[in-house]
């Protein structure tokens, strides 16, 4: 799970105006390890790009990773407010 809060991360961070504001929760579902990922109001239409385009580049890097076990990942973005 640290692989994947750091590869998160990685990609985030260039992306965003308020990197120190980033904060990853990983919630063990039933079929899902889903990663809530917070990020500044200010930042979350730079993540979600036009018409969703760098929210769906960003999911599919993260979802081509392999992980352990039967559970597969889900990338959740939100405003860090609403947290």
């Known amino acids: 799970m640290a692989d994947m809060n750091?590869?998160?991360?990685?990609?985030?961070?260039p992306l965003v105006s308020y990197p120190e504001k980033l904060l990853i929760d990983v919630v063990e579902k039933d079929d899902?390890?889903?990663?809530?990922?917070?990020?500044?109001?200010?930042?979350?239409?730079?993540?979600?790009?036009?018409?969703?385009r760098v929210a769906k580049a960003i999911r599919t890097i993260i979802y081509s990773v392999?992980?352990?076990g039967p559970k597969r990942v889900r990338l959740i973005i939100q405003n860090s407010e609403n947290s």
Not at 6 to 13: G, K, S
Not at 32 to 52: A, C, H, M, N, T
Request: proline share 3%; no cysteine; aromatic share 6%.
């Open 66 to 68: 392999k992980v352990e």
């Open 32 to 52: 899902f390890l889903e990663y809530q990922l917070s990020v500044d109001p200010d930042d979350i239409g730079r993540l979600i790009g036009k018409k969703g």
């Open 6 to 13: 750091e590869l998160i991360l990685t990609i985030v961070r």
